[in-house]
């Protein structure tokens, strides 16, 4: 069994963990202006839809990949699994390419795997 992100809102009284959770209550408390979530009521259904597809998608796909990915880079260069890592940055672009076809542009990643350029100089 893994372990579960958490937050405590002191402010608020609030503790909750699991990852949707945590997201979904950070982004409907503190985005107040809506730049990175849809606002509910005034969104269409699409967009809505696409948020929430994204946001599962976020968690239970690129996360566990990112952070797979994050410790292969803290093993000595000599200990790091190259395949891996070479797949992992075709697995990038599909990312940037899925955020492409949810919005119409590249909303994740700015069209380029940012990390994976900075950890393997690609």
């Not at 948020?51 to 994050?70: D, G, K, M, N």
């Not at 909303?107 to 990390?115: M, R, V």
């Amino acid at each position: 069994m893994g372990s579960s992100p958490a937050f405590t809102d002191e402010d608020n009284g609030i503790a909750i963990w699991e990852s949707g959770a945590v997201l979904t209550y950070l982004l409907e408390t503190y985005d107040t202006q809506h730049k990175f979530h849809p606002k509910q009521g005034t969104a269409t259904p699409l967009e809505r839809a696409n948020f929430l597809h994204l946001q599962q998608y976020i968690i239970a796909t690129v996360y566990p990949f990112l952070a797979s990915l994050f410790l292969q880079t803290l093993k000595p260069e000599h200990e790091q699994d190259q395949g891996y890592i070479s797949s992992a940055k075709e697995k990038c672009y599909i990312v940037s390419t899925y955020s492409h076809w949810l919005f119409g542009r590249t909303a994740l990643l700015h069209g380029k795997c940012h990390f994976v350029y900075r950890f393997f100089d690609c």
